[in-house]
């Protein structure tokens, strides 16, 4: 199958299939006129290298499960495999803590702001009231 065939069964673009490729994480054949020819099994890999990134892996994560990508049945996980997905998740685990410190910043920084507004709206008000 061509790239865009590709693309289409994987839900991905022909830009990420040539960037997959570049890494090393899939292969292609070229047709005589010079485009890339895919196998069928190459759709299972690519779905599976997007669940992967989905999952929040990096390119580089993904190369020590090329393996086992061309599967939809995955065997048990390598050590190397496992500390790669807990290096992963500590790394999210960080982002949302960050991400979670400053949105309880930004909500405390609201509340001040409209307490402030509720104070000057209740003192304007008194002030009509005493004209």
Same mark, same amino acid.
């Given at each position: 199958m061509r790239i865009g065939e590709l693309a289409r069964a994987t839900? %991905? %673009?022909a830009r990420a299939l040539r960037h997959y490729e570049q890494a090393g994480l899939i292969d292609s054949g070229r047709a005589a006129n010079g485009y890339r020819v895919y196998d069928e099994a190459t759709v299972t890999r690519v779905r599976n290298i997007r669940s992967l990134?989905? +999952?929040g892996f990096t390119l580089e994560d993904v190369r020590p499960f090329l393996g086992c990508l061309d599967s939809d049945a995955f065997g048990p996980p390598s050590a190397g495999a496992l500390r790669i997905a807990r290096d992963r998740l500590t790394v999210l685990e960080r982002r949302i803590a960050a991400q979670s410190a400053t949105r309880d910043r930004l909500a405390a920084a609201i509340a001040d702001a409209e307490a402030i507004a509720d104070a000057e709206a209740i +003192?304007? +008000?008194e002030a009509t009231v005493r004209a």
């Open positions: 839900g %991905t %673009t990134l989905e +999952a +003192a304007d +008000a």
